[in-house]
Nanobody, 121 residues
Framework: QVQLVESGGGLAQPGGSLRLSCQTS????????VKWYRQAPTKQRELVAV????????DYAESVKGRFIISWDDAKRTAYLQMNNLKVEDTAVYLC??????????????WGQGTQVTVSS
């Protein structure tokens, strides 16, 4: 059974850093795209960053460019979101999403459980 296991998050001060992890547990796949979304109270869900095959390409929302770095560890089948120079407005529940092309040639979508990031002094 495939699961996305998220970890990291928590409380940080403005200007601080946090790192989120999203492990694709139980999955065997040919290609992938992992996205981090965030959901703040009273706001629409926002796509923050994406990493995917081929070549582990990445893309970012304008609001986080230059501050967040998304990466993929192929050996660990884990995506990371390094969040630097955090701002109060980064406070949200962060959700990991993965689209995986699995051995049967079909694409499947999975969601992590979400992790809270709070930026406050």
């Amino acid at each position: 059974q495939v699961q996305l296991v998220e970890s990291g998050g928590g409380l940080a001060q403005p200007g601080g850093s946090l790192r989120l992890s999203c492990q694709t547990s139980g999955a065997t796949f040919y290609s992938f795209a992992v996205k981090w979304y965030r959901q703040a109270p009273t706001k629409q869900r926002e796509l923050v960053a994406v990493v995917g095959s081929p070549a582990f390409h990445t893309d970012y929302a304008e609001s986080v460019k230059g501050r967040f770095i998304i990466s993929w560890d192929d050996a660990k089948r884990t995506a990371y979101l390094q969040m630097n120079n955090l701002k109060v407005e980064d406070t949200a529940v962060y959700l990991c999403n993965a689209r995986l092309e699995e051995l049967d040639g079909r694409e499947y979508e999975y969601w992590g459980q979400g992790t809270q990031v709070t930026v406050s002094s």
